[in-house]
């Protein structure tokens, strides 16, 4: 691991972020909005955009000790929704940016709600269009809320994972609209296999038909040491679109390519998109010492961030090697429990960890982007290009050079000779990888 490399940059973004309102348990973040559930019961809004917070208390008229179990907010900071455990057993909220209020989902009483999966294609600040919940018991369901309505239009039972009863632990959700319907693809995760749903129509017409077929799964049981580690399913999007996926299962990061251009029908009917699978084994993280699952993850376009005790391994997920060692400035008081967990905001592109207290922010130091526009202007200047060149390949080398070096002979294609040496790079970096 290069030391001298530094990829990401930590910031403390918000001390005592939970506002005496017990300590934080969960976080969800998008469009520069973050919220925070806390261990008495209470939502935390904070909109760094519009430079406001408020709270929200969900324990009122709970007897007993209340504690948020998970939250969720849409990729549009516009959405949530959060699931509260206490003596008298789960319920479940939604909430609105606009409104003051929360709205308690009766129908969804006594479930405990682990996964969302958002419709990050049709979403609106007014509407959710349709949601898909996952539950502890192994249990889909969906939803729909028109802001307007101040209530939720439907909760309907979708599916049951009846086969091997097991917790949905992640849920992610692609749609595309075409010529003959939406078409949708669901994967799923619980702690020992990984689901895949597809077909067209509506999410009720795509899971009854998996009534009359067998479900696709990809099965990894490994060790599960504690119900504290989590079976987190990623997806990383670009442009709205989900580009690939990463798992963190009991046997190691389970990840590859989405590819919705593709068709690749599977023996059963289904419609196959995943491509370039690997599996990263969790002992490549522990550099001789015994092997140790991450207890939480976040996914860039080319590294996976991992959190290890109190520290945050980012690891390059081309050549699997770790790059960089993220530490945080915790209190005193924090620092027995360590970093909790991690969470990232896809809209803004931003990462974040957090301990019971704060949050952490962390952000790519140098965008790829900027190499490109340095390296156009660059080349211009032949005798400092070489050097330039140099430079970018050397601090590069955690990125995605192949597509860095093609893009740079997209900008130089007419320079011959600068082509020609950025070749003999690309030839050398084969050689060495």
């Not at 690997?278 to 996914?299: H, R």
């Amino acid at each position: 691991m290069d030391q001298m490399r530094q990829v990401f940059s930590v910031d403390v973004l918000e001390r005592y972020a939970a506002k005496g309102r017990g300590v934080i348990t969960c976080m969800s973040a998008g469009n520069d909005v973050i919220v925070l559930g806390t261990s008495k019961g209470w939502l935390i809004r904070h909109d760094f955009g519009a430079g406001e917070s408020y709270d929200i208390d969900l324990s009122v008229g709970r007897p007993g000790e209340q504690s948020i179990h998970r939250v969720f907010v849409d990729p549009g900071g516009s959405h949530c929704i959060a699931t509260i455990l206490g003596s008298g057993g789960a319920e479940t909220f939604y909430t609105h940016a606009k409104w003051s209020k929360p709205r308690i989902l009766s129908k969804l009483k006594g479930l405990t709600l682990n996964a969302v999966a958002w419709n990050r294609q049709q979403i609106t600040e007014a509407s959710t269009k349709e949601i898909i919940l996952g539950t502890d018991n192994g249990q889909f369901h969906e939803m729909a809320v028109d802001e307007k309505d101040k209530r939720e239009k439907y909760i309907k039972f979708l599916f049951e994972l009846t086969e091997l009863p097991e917790a949905i632990m992640g849920l992610q959700m692609e749609t595309a609209s075409l010529s003959n319907g939406t078409r949708y693809y669901v994967m799923a995760v619980t702690p020992t296999r990984l689901y895949s749903f597809t077909g067209f129509g509506s999410l009720d017409t795509v899971f009854a038909s998996y009534l009359e077929r067998a479900v696709h799964f990809m099965e990894l049981p490994g060790e599960i040491p504690n119900r504290q580690v989590l079976f987190e399913l990623h997806f990383f999007i670009k442009q709205r679109r989900a580009v690939h996926f990463a798992w963190l299962s009991g046997a190691g990061i389970y990840h590859g390519g989405l590819n919705f251009g593709a068709q690749h029908s599977s023996p059963n009917g289904d419609e196959n998109f995943v491509e370039n699978k690997a599996l990263l084994n969790y002992s490549k993280l522990s550099e001789g010492t015994e092997a140790v699952k991450p207890s939480s993850m976040a996914v860039s376009e080319f590294h996976f961030l991992l959190l290890l005790g109190n520290k945050v391994k980012v690891v390059n997920r081309i050549n699997e090697q770790i790059i960089e060692e993220l530490q945080f400035d915790q209190t005193s008081e924090s620092m027995p429990k360590g970093i909790i967990g991690l969470c990232s905001d896809a809209t803004a592109g931003i990462f974040y960890a957090y301990d019971q207290n704060s949050i952490f922010q962390a952000e790519a130091a140098f965008a790829a982007k900027d190499f490109l526009r340095a390296a156009s202007f660059y080349a211009k200047v032949k005798p400092l290009f070489h050097t330039l060149l140099c430079q970018c390949i050397s601090y590069y080398v955690s990125f995605n050079i192949p597509v860095f070096l093609l893009s740079l002979l997209d900008f130089l294609w007419d320079e011959v000779d600068i082509a020609e040496i950025t070749l003999k790079h690309f030839g050398i970096w084969l050689y060495m990888s």
